[in-house]
């Protein structure tokens, strides 16, 4: 499917639909024949969104890795703690990604864009507290 569909992909949530499953994709050892997601969340991601939408979902990953990293190497120690936890908590997704999925479209993705929300608030909590000349970039 993502080489039919590489710039646009299948669309969000569209992966169990009928004419997708009709057009020939299903899995046939499969009960209805068509799985609720790609098991992989990158894979699901490409189908989804295309590969402009992976590029996008992969670059959201290292701005965050990195600022996550400026906050490791220069933040104090309540900073350093937040950062190390929501590591933790996107390493724990990513390597969870690797063998199932918790779609974009899928009602427990809030902890993924949690995390994410709380991993931006740290670096910006870590730019108003270091002052100006001693910014890491």
């Known amino acids: 499917a993502v080489t ?80 190390v936890a929501v590591a933790g908590g996107l390493l724990a997704h990513a390597i969870f990604g690797l063998a199932d999925a918790v779609t974009l479209a899928d009602r427990w993705i809030w902890a993924f864009w949690w995390l994410v929300g709380l991993g931006a608030a740290v670096y910006v909590q870590h730019k108003q507290t270091v002052p100006r000349d001693q910014h890491l970039t």
């Open 4 to 83: 039919n569909y590489p710039i646009t992909g299948i669309g969000i949530n569209k992966f169990r639909a009928a004419d997708f499953r009709d057009a020939g994709y299903a899995v046939p050892s499969y009960p209805e024949r068509n799985p609720p997601h790609a098991h992989n969340e990158l894979l699901h991601v490409t189908l989804d969104m295309g590969l402009p939408g992976l590029l996008a979902y992969v670059s959201l990953h290292v701005a965050l890795a990195w600022c996550l990293w400026q906050v490791w190497r220069g933040g104090d120690a309540r900073l350093r703690g937040v950062a």
